[in-house]
Each structure stands twice: as structure tokens, then as C-alpha cells.
T-cell receptor
Framework: GNSVTQMEGPVTLSEEAFLTINCTYT??????LFWYVQYPGEGLQLLLK?????DKGSNKGFEATYRKETTSFHLEKGSVQVSDSAVYFC?????????????FGAGTQVVVTP | GAVVSQHPSRVICKSGTSVKIECRSL??????MFWYRQFPKQSLMLMAT?????????EQGVEKDKFLINHASLTLSTLTVTSAHPEDSSFYIC?????????????FGSGTRLTVV
């Protein structure tokens, strides 16, 4: 079956540091890949997505590239801010373009200190 | 746009009682909503697909008689945990999509933390 594996947290880093959260997946066919973010007390928000190999999703300074050869979709940001403290979820959808039926990773908590 | 409201955010109930969780799309109509469950330090697991005007579709291993889903209108889906037990304690979250904003994916509610004592 389909699965998503992402690095465990919490990840603690200082403001302006470089952030990487690793995500690998197992899926049949050609899934769409997503990163969601959950700020404290809020629902999940779509951060970025990629729907085919070599696509790069980007938003708010975050980037992730769909790497089919390594089945990965690592999230990166060059200079984090305190406001980036949140839980980040990697997810895939293998159901066409509905993007609704999602398989999630366990989530990675990121804590950015001033 | 595309706001999903989930209520309550936290609930504590006694074993054997039932708890209803509501998921509302506030500014759009949703024919399909999804319900997920998350155990501590684990992934969100899809429980069921809620379809407006018809029966929900449950994922393998999810007891449909225990987790009753009703999607009676285009803006409201409810999940009722019946005869709750401590092992039902979990974080439940719903998602829905604005059909006019397909490219933006699904919007999630803020989740419900259920504790059964």
C-alpha cells in the first residue's frame, strides 16, 4: 500500500537557520505530493504541492521537489523565522486529481527560537 | 475563502456515551468531506469519505456502526462516536473542498481532541 515516511521531530533551530525536513514515499503509479502545515491551535493548511516528477512546489519561502528516482519530496527553507514554528505534514494522494484522499506522514514539529 | 469549521475543539466524555463532532464548510458547498483520525505521534489516518445525500464510504478496519457519519446537507457533515471507549481517545479532523477552488486542494478543520474517561 501507499505510505509516507518523514523525519521525526521535534526539530529545533535558531532564526535564520536552514531547514530541511525529509520525506520519502511508497506508492503505486504517479501520486501527487503535498506539504501541509499546522500552526498551534489551527487546522492543516496546504503549504505547497507537486503533481508530477521534477515539479517544484514553492510557497512562503519553502520549496520541495518531486524526485521520482529517490521517491522523495524533501521540504526546505533557506532562512526560517519564529513564525515558522509549526507541525509539518508530508502527504500523498494517489486518487487522480481529487487531492482529497490523503496519506499522511507522522508530522514533524519545528521549533524556531529567536 | 474555503473555511472549514470543526466543533467542538475539545471534548471529554465518559465511557459508554456518544459524542458528535461537526464539520461545516462556511463559505462553500461541499459534496464530499473526509474524516481523519490521528493517534499521538502518528500519522493522520483516513477513516471515511462523507458523501452528501448518501452513505459514507469507510476505510478498511473502521467500524461503521461505531463511527456514524451523516452528511445531510452540502455544508455539514457529522461524525458520531457511539458507545465511546478510552481507546477511541484521539484527534479527529475533517477536510472539505470548495468546488470552485479545485486547484487549492482540500481545506482542513482545526480538529477535535476527544478524551474518553
Amino acid at each position: 500500500g501507499n505510505s509516507v515516511t518523514q523525519m521525526e521531530g521535534p526539530v529545533t533551530l535558531s532564526e535564520e537557520a536552514f531547514l530541511t525536513i525529509n520525506c520519502t514515499y511508497t506508492a503505486t503509479g504517479y501520486p501527487s505530493l503535498f506539504w501541509y502545515v499546522q500552526y498551534p491551535g489551527e487546522g492543516l493548511q496546504l503549504l505547497l504541492k507537486a503533481t508530477k516528477a521534477d515539479d517544484k512546489g514553492s510557497n512562503k519561502g519553502f520549496e520541495a521537489t518531486y524526485r521520482k528516482e529517490t521517491t522523495s519530496f524533501h521540504l526546505e527553507k533557506g532562512s526560517v523565522q519564529v513564525s515558522d514554528s509549526a507541525v509539518y505534514f508530508c502527504a500523498l494522494s494517489a486518487y487522480g486529481d481529487s487531492w482529497g484522499k490523503l496519506q499522511f506522514g507522522a508530522g514533524t514539529q519545528v521549533v524556531v527560537t529567536p | 475563502g474555503a473555511v472549514v469549521s470543526q466543533h467542538p475543539s475539545r471534548v471529554i466524555c465518559k465511557s459508554g456515551t456518544s459524542v458528535k463532532i461537526e464539520c461545516r464548510s462556511l463559505d462553500f458547498q461541499a459534496t464530499t468531506m473526509f474524516w481523519y483520525r490521528q493517534f499521538p505521534k502518528q500519522s493522520l489516518m483516513l477513516m471515511a469519505t462523507s458523501n452528501e445525500g448518501s452513505k459514507a464510504t469507510y476505510e478498511q478496519g473502521v467500524e461503521k456502526d461505531k463511527f456514524l457519519i451523516n452528511h445531510a446537507s452540502l455544508t455539514l457533515s457529522t461524525l458520531t462516536v457511539t458507545s465511546a471507549h478510552p481507546e477511541d481517545s484521539s484527534f479527529y479532523i475533517c477536510s472539505a473542498r470548495d468546488p470552485d477552488r479545485v486547484g487549492y486542494g482540500y481545506t482542513f478543520g482545526s480538529g477535535t481532541r476527544l478524551t474518553v474517561v
